[in-house]
């Protein structure tokens, strides 16, 4: 039999052994902080290589399918149970004392991965971007090219005036053809070159008629009006016939109001583009192109605000030259060419420019990479967009390579580069679609603004995509019979 000395011994050594394995449990279930790191980490790399492999799907013609990262919850557990065996009688042939001490941790996160396949989904990412979109990002730092590119999906320009007023010319940015996408860059390096941004422009218009003072001074109008979102402003006072007639002949008293009126008013802000040139380019535009300038092209409240997709204004002859000499270019090559009319300079023209859709942006990306993986002509070749400082004027030399300086303080820098084939250990994105690898490569010069594409687009999803879009859990209430 065991003495009790001998038995409070065991007893403090087994709490000498587990105290500081029940410790580090504990540590195992409250350590949280570098799990939620990873799981921030994981989600930007769930989302990115969603976003990729959309894009590597357009690129092969393939339908798309979206889906997003709505919630990531972590949990972790860790348990001890001691197990210790010292009879207190030994039998000749029992085995002799034992102690176990099994431990288990379990943890994982629970994500929840919905499918984005409603109506109100898709009216959104189908929608045409708007002047506010372009406006946001390009005052976000975005590179005016990068935006431009992205966001004008076709341009159509039609003469005014001379012998070809009527005729119109489209210019698809369409990167497939070589010849369309020299012709759409020309037109592009042109309008960014004369400083062609978006501006925000904000009128007051008149809601229904002037109102005397014993109605617009009802409480329950102003509530409303209020929160209608309209307002009422004073009117300047209007005068009589016989004050008008005293104010002729230079009488005294011809300003006397017949009384002082009020009228209901709405506030109205609309997009329109514009230009904002740099040194004495704005010589060459008419007042009404330029940027601050919406009064000319539209007076406040007075008709509807000017086209938000259209400038109107005299070719250049700088452009005109440029247009000939690369459809002369393609009739050497003798491949892929359609004679483009020539434009007399001088000429009175109008730029109409249609927007993409965010999807339509993912297509675009499709078709660069497509252009990249599966050339048409026998060459890959990459969109490059020149990247610089804004202050400085927009260079209009062609691009010739990644990496190479354009004009001053600018270089060229690929829009979109994705690679095939086994990803190198520093590719920072990469997606496995039908048997084969995509990914982007890790140095900046041949990545260039893939990874920014890629963010901007995923802001773009995120701006039309409304939460309550999102598939909610099913609940069922089940009554048992009486």
């Known amino acids: 039999m065991l003495h009790l000395r001998q038995i409070g011994s065991a007893c403090f050594a087994l709490i000498g052994i587990l105290l500081p394995n029940l410790l580090s449990s504990c540590t195992v279930v409250d350590a949280f902080s570098a799990r939620a790191v990873d799981y921030n980490l994981q989600a930007e790399s769930a989302q990115n290589r969603v976003l990729l492999?959309?894009?590597?799907?357009?690129?092969?013609?393939?339908?798309?399918?979206?889906?997003?990262?709505?919630?990531?919850?972590?949990?972790?557990?860790?348990?001890?149970?001691?197990?210790?065996?010292?009879p207190f009688r030994q039998p000749p042939f029992s085995q002799p004392p034992s102690l176990t001490l099994p431990a288990s941790i379990s943890g994982g996160p629970t994500f929840t991965v919905p499918v984005l396949d409603t109506q109100e989904f898709y009216r959104g990412i189908l929608e045409p971007l708007t002047g506010r979109e372009y406006d946001y990002f390009i005052s976000e730092g975005y590179p005016p090219a990068l935006i431009f590119y992205l966001f004008v999906g076709k341009i159509d320009l039609t003469v005014l005036s001379g012998s070809k007023a009527g005729l119109t010319l489209s210019f698809p940015n369409y990167v497939g053809d070589d010849y369309d996408l020299e012709l759409f860059e020309a037109i592009a390096d042109h309008l960014l070159n004369l400083g062609f941004t978006v501006e925000?422009?904000?009128r007051v218009l008149p809601f229904g008629p002037p109102l005397p003072l014993t109605k617009a001074a009802n409480l329950k109008a102003l509530v409303a009006a209020d929160a209608a979102g309209l307002d009422i402003v004073a009117v300047p006072p209007v005068a009589t016939a016989a004050a008008k007639h005293k104010r002729a002949a230079g009488a005294k008293g011809a300003r006397t109001p017949a009384g002082r009126q009020y009228q209901i008013v709405k506030g109205e802000a609309f997009y329109r583009f514009c230009f904002n040139p740099r040194g004495r380019k704005g010589k060459r535009l008419a007042p009404a192109l330029l940027c601050a300038n919406a009064r000319t092209a539209s007076p406040p409240g007075k008709g509807k605000p000017p086209a938000s997709t259209a400038l109107t204004g005299v070719l250049s002859a700088g452009l005109g030259q440029r247009l000939k000499a690369v459809s002369k270019a393609f009739r050497a090559h003798g491949r892929g060419f359609r004679p483009l009319p020539a434009i007399p300079a001088g000429a009175t023209v109008r730029f109409r420019f249609t927007m993409r859709s965010t999807e339509g942006i993912i297509h675009y990306l499709g078709s660069v990479v497509r252009r990249q993986l599966y050339p048409r002509f026998g060459r890959p070749r990459s969109v490059e967009i020149k990247v610089g400082m804004p202050y400085l004027t927009y260079p209009q030399t062609p691009c010739t390579g990644a990496?190479?300086?354009?004009?001053?303080?600018?270089?060229c820098e690929n829009l979109l580069e994705v690679e095939t084939g086994a990803p190198p250990p520093k590719a920072p994105l990469a997606v496995a679609y039908e048997g084969r690898n995509f990914w982007i490569p890790g140095t900046p010069r041949h990545a260039g603004w893939s990874l920014r594409v890629l963010d901007l687009v995923k802001q773009l999803l995120a701006l039309h995509t409304n939460a309550k879009e999102l598939p909610a859990s099913t609940v069922l209430s089940i009554v048992a019979p009486p």
Do not use: C, D, E, H
């Open 53 to 86: 492999l959309n894009v590597i799907r357009a690129s092969l013609k393939r339908g798309m399918q979206f889906t997003t990262l709505q919630s990531v919850t972590g949990s972790t557990q860790g348990s001890i149970g001691p197990q210790f065996y010292y």
């Open 200 to 202: 925000r422009v904000s």
């Open 403 to 411: 990496g190479k300086q354009v004009g001053f303080g600018y270089r």
